[in-house]
């Protein structure tokens, strides 16, 4: 009964807070919002039996996202997204797909059968830690997809310097 | 190959309560301070009362100005460095199950990103002008 | 402890990761970029060559180096080569002569190929981001031009949401099958006649929608034309042939081993797919006038007709598919070869009219234009045709009959305004001088690519056989 009645709690957060997000004229106000949509997923992932994560997503999310978020909104000038009032003039059209996927995604979503569960039961996660558990799997199973994630940051660091830095040194 | 965890419903995760009481209080507190006090605080606002505080002096410009993209640069490099040191939570912890593979893996993770701080720092991305 | 995994079939990945890594630090010891580019094509010869004596799998099954993904790094391989070939005069008449262009090149490639080799739906993934990553960065790469920036802005956010898209769709799956391997998946599906569950469809549109974007395919084609205009010719050049190449690489990977079970149902949605994408990419290339803008709907057109060999979903279609895509890039990279020696300093050369008359004063340049304009048409005796004949093939003998009715239709629509191009340059007079810049390297590319055209177009038979070998003699291992 709690854990539904949590679950419930978060999952209407979520969904109204994501809403207002991206619904607010004044992106400051977004990303406040979203500070607290942060904390609810982690929430999310607390009760998922998923402690790493929810550590995760607080200290990635919301402590250096969410920080990146805001210099991009301070970088830009504020006054002229306030006042646009609609940045895309087709917008029925917009809608309109966004209602044809809903409803696909609803007709999909209701035939959804589990597939079989795998080893990592609450017991076990308990007894070794997700931390653990975790780290077990991804420097065992999937060791290539590690690997890269470090080439893809590594990107990330070359895309900021070549279209943000003033001057690029030679 | 596979890790599903547990469903809502079966798992109550009690260790963090005290965070939830700790989070429900703290969130109690700054909205219950700032009800009481609009409730029995005195209105006597004039215009300088009213201006945006500047160290006493008279403000000049507007107070959202634009930010210098340098802190971009500085943001996105916290970023990257911070999802690295995340992954040394996991790996140190079972370090001593994984042995000696599993400090190749994170040595040529930290190398790759290395290279990466080499390229930035001989750039000037570190320098402030 | 665990024992290490082999690494010979990763080696070629390894050996460009080692590559790039070095290009990136070399770029702040090395003034002269020139000297960068020519270590980047000496690294990707390298790496071709290691990528032909790789095979296995690894990784418990997360990376195959099988056939087919040997034969399509083959292509981003070459594509690389050429691309960098093209851009060393180009890149510094854009003023825009920085190290990090060439690894990130090598980076974009070194994600393709892990795309290409993926077993595993989260190694695809990564693979995916790393590519497209690096062409975001690459198609903003100057930095004082709008168009540029936009460009870069438009495909990075169409790009994050497609990305999204193919997230959600793996999620779907792994909660569906409990397992992200490819062949796991295929295998559960089977297993438990999972066939006809609409979550599984659901995963599969959203698998169509994400694969659609990558490869440029109508209805999900809109970034298409904006990006290749404004990203610098090089790099249009680079991801009209390469991004495009994986996309289809891994499309054909998931589509026909992990849904394999569901090939009536995916060839429904694709149908309509090609037939669109051929439609859109055809009839509005009619009206352009920027010619970087005209051969962007023209590689959505391609789109289509390679998208056939993947709905053939036979040995054949795919041995097709993966001939018209390595033909595609010499002839595709051939031309915008033409187009970067028109421009130089102070004028673009990138409108249409800017060819008349070409063939009088540059009689050599016009003559190529000429090859890799027919073998876009699918003229022979050019490579363009005997691509699009075998995948037409592949088609009619899978039963697509009236599918490649249409698609002829399309194709002889297309050949008003590559004739154009033709026309321009042989029976109009210049209206201007028009000078071209030219360098060794980008001779060199010319001269590959129009050997490439003409010697595959004559000798069509090896390299068919080459594919369908690369196909029968490791499909998935």
Redesign the interface.
């Known amino acids: 009964m709690l854990p539904e009645l949590f679950f419930y709690y978060n999952a209407t957060v979520i969904t109204v807070l994501s809403a207002l997000v991206v619904t607010r004229s004044n992106p400051v106000h977004s990303i406040m919002l979203m500070l607290v949509m942060f904390f609810h997923i982690a929430a999310l992932y607390l009760f998922l039996n998923a402690e790493f994560l929810a550590a995760i997503q607080i200290i990635v999310y919301a402590g250096a996202i969410l920080v990146l978020f805001l210099f991009v909104v301070l970088l830009l000038n504020l006054k002229k997204e306030l006042v646009t009032q609609i940045f895309i003039v087709r917008w029925p059209l917009g809608l309109v797909a966004m209602a044809g996927l809903l409803v696909l995604m609803f007709a999909g979503i209701k035939s959804f059968t589990l597939g079989p569960t795998g080893d990592f039961t609450i017991e076990k996660i308990a007894g070794e830690t997700h931390t653990a558990a975790i780290g077990t799997v991804l420097f065992t199973e999937y060791i290539v997809p590690f690997e890269v994630a470090s080439l893809v940051l590594l990107i990330a660091i070359i895309g900021a310097i070549v279209l943000a830095k003033k001057q690029i040194k030679t | ?13 009690s260790d ?1 309560l005290p965070i939830l009481i700790f ?1 429900m209080i703290a969130t109690a507190f700054g909205l219950g301070t700032l009800v009481v006090c609009s409730i029995f605080r005195p209105r006597r606002t004039y215009a300088e009362k009213l201006t945006p505080y500047e160290s006493g002096n008279p403000p000049i410009g507007e107070p ?1 100005m ?8 500085i ?6 460095f ?3 040191v ?2 040394l ?3 140190a ?2 370090f001593d ?6 400090y ?3 040595m ?2 930290i190398f ?2 290395l ?6 720092w ?4 570190f320098t402030w002008d | 402890m665990v024992e290490f995994p082999p690494l010979g079939p990763v080696m070629p990945e390894i050996l460009m990761t080692g590559f790039a890594l070095l290009i990136l630090v070399l770029d702040l010891v090395i003034k002269r970029k020139e000297t960068l580019a020519f270590l980047s094509v000496a690294a990707a010869a390298v790496v071709m060559y290691a990528v032909l004596g790789t095979s296995g799998v690894t990784f418990s099954g997360m990376f195959a180096a099988d056939g087919y993904s040997m034969f399509f790094k083959l292509i981003f391989l070459l594509s690389l080569i050429l691309s960098i070939l093209i851009s060393v005069k180009y890149i510094a008449i854009e003023r825009v002569n920085y190290g990090e262009y060439y690894s990130l090149m090598l980076f974009s490639t070194l994600g393709m190929m892990i795309m290409a080799s993926a077993g595993d739906l989260i190694v695809l993934y990564l693979g995916i981001e790393l590519m497209a990553l690096s062409t975001y960065v690459l198609a903003g790469f100057i930095r004082h031009a709008v168009k540029s920036n936009e460009a870069a802005v438009k495909y990075f956010l169409l790009g994050a949401f497609a990305s999204a898209l193919l997230l959600y769709g793996i999620s779907l799956l792994y909660g569906l099958t409990g397992t992200t391997d490819i062949k796991g998946v295929a295998a559960y599906i089977s297993d438990n006649g999972l066939a006809g569950n609409p979550a599984l469809m659901l995963s599969v549109i959203l698998f169509v929608v994400a694969f659609g974007f990558k490869i440029a395919a109508a209805p999900f084609h809109m970034w298409a034309p904006d990006v290749y205009e404004g990203a610098p010719t090089s790099i249009t050049a680079f991801m009209s042939v390469g991004p495009k190449a994986a996309g289809f690489a891994a499309m054909g990977r998931v589509f026909l081993i992990a849904f394999a079970s569901l090939q009536v149902q995916w060839a429904a949605i694709l149908i309509p797919l090609a037939i669109v994408t051929m439609a859109v990419g055809n009839i509005i290339a009619i009206s352009q006038t920027n010619i970087k803008r005209m051969l962007a709907y023209s590689s959505i057109a391609h789109a289509g007709y390679a998208l056939m060999g993947v709905i053939a979903g036979t040995p054949e279609g795919l041995a097709g598919m993966m001939s018209y895509l390595l033909i595609y890039a010499f002839m595709n990279i051939g031309a915008f070869a033409i187009i970067i020696m028109l421009r130089s300093e102070g004028f673009s050369g990138e409108n249409i009219s800017d060819y008349e008359g070409l063939s009088k004063k540059h009689p050599v340049s016009a003559a190529l234009m000429l090859i890799f304009m027919f073998s876009l048409t699918g003229i022979p005796p050019t490579a363009g045709f005997i691509g699009k004949f075998y995948v037409f093939m592949a088609a009619v003998n899978a039963g697509y009959t009236w599918l490649v009715v249409v698609a002829v239709i399309f194709s002889a629509i297309s050949a008003f305004f590559y004739m154009r191009i033709v026309m321009y340059m042989y029976m109009k007079e210049p209206r201007r001088e028009v000078e071209l810049t030219t360098s060794p390297a980008l001779g060199l590319a010319l001269a590959i690519s129009a050997l490439g055209v003409l010697v595959i177009g004559v000798f069509p038979g090896r390299l068919l056989d080459l594919a369908r070998i690369a196909i029968t003699l490791g499909w998935g291992l």
């Open positions: 190959m596979r890790i599903i965890t547990g469903m809502p419903g079966q798992y109550i995760p963090y989070m959202r634009r930010f210098s993209v340098k802190f971009y640069i943001a996105m490099l916290f970023v990257v911070d999802v690295e995340v992954f939570y996991p790996w912890v079972v199950k994984i042995g000696l593979f599993a190749v893996e994170m040529l993770f790759i990103l290279v990466g701080y080499i390229y930035a001989k750039k000037d991305a």
